[in-house]
């Protein structure tokens, strides 16, 4: 509105020094309304209208809270596009330079005569250990049938620790491989964990990836006897493994 005032005063035939004066008021008024909306700062809003921000939670060592996160996935499917044997993809847009050259960083020294016909990929679980320093890893064999007899491990508790996971991929390559973990106790989900492991092409060697560092929890409502659950599926929700087991959280190991 002052942009427009000053220039209608610009243009009428009245003295010259009148014409500048009121040209520069309102110009100054213009700068100062521009300087003002320039110095107020602009807050993102979010679908309901409240402020847009991020918080950060860390999970403490005196608490183990329990969450949603895998009933929420259960039964959410990612479309994919149509799925191709290892040979297929690796003639699919050869003659893209960038492509090829990723294709053959992925695939190594992978031998199409053996799995380049196969459609669908295979991950089998070898092991999984428990790391936590100054100790020596304890190394979980897996059943055939996912179910381990009795008492798998135990922890003590206040105590860092590590999962490490060695598995091999054979077939094809293997997209969105996760790693899922739920626990219970005395019947309550008390704790809900997911981690990406991430995508892999076949090899004769085992692969290995250890979840970051944690710490058990303490204390005489920490210690006892749980039940849990952990599952390895890629992006067709293809389930490689389920582990159903009970571990101990304990004074000492």
């Given at each position: ?169 054979t077939n094809n390559i293997v997209s969105g491989l996760k790693y899922t973990n739920t626990v219970w106790k005395t019947g309550v989900r008390v704790d809900s964990t997911k981690e990406m492991l991430g995508t892999f092409s076949p090899q004769s060697e085992p692969y290995t990836h250890e ?43």
């Open positions: 509105m002052s942009l427009a005032v000053g220039a209608t005063s610009s243009s009428a035939t009245m003295g010259h020094e009148r014409d500048e004066k009121k040209s520069n008021e309102s110009g100054e008024k213009a700068d100062v309304g521009a300087d003002d909306r320039a110095k107020t700062p602009k807050i993102e809003e979010n679908a309901d209208g409240e402020p847009e921000g991020k918080i950060h939670r860390s999970a403490s060592e005196s608490s183990i809270c329990a969450t949603e996160d895998e009933e929420d996935d259960e039964g959410r499917k990612i479309e994919l596009g149509p799925q191709y044997t290892l040979k297929e993809q690796f003639e699919k847009d050869k003659d893209d330079e960038s492509l090829r050259r990723w294709k053959e960083q992925l695939l190594g020294s992978v031998d199409m005569n053996s799995v380049g016909e196969t459609l669908e990929p295979d991950v089998k679980i070898l092991n999984l250990a428990i790391v936590s320093p100054g100790r020596s890893d304890i190394v979980l064999s897996v059943p055939e049938n996912g179910k381990p007899k009795g008492l798998w491990f135990t922890l003590k508790e206040g105590s860092r620790y590590s999962l490490k996971f060695t598995f091999q991929v979840m970051p560092e944690e710490t058990t929890p303490s204390g005489i409502f920490a210690r006892g006897s749980y039940s849990a659950r952990s599952k390895f599926v890629d992006d067709d929700n293809k389930c490689y493994l389920e582990i159903n087991y009970t571990f101990d959280i304990r004074k000492d190991w």
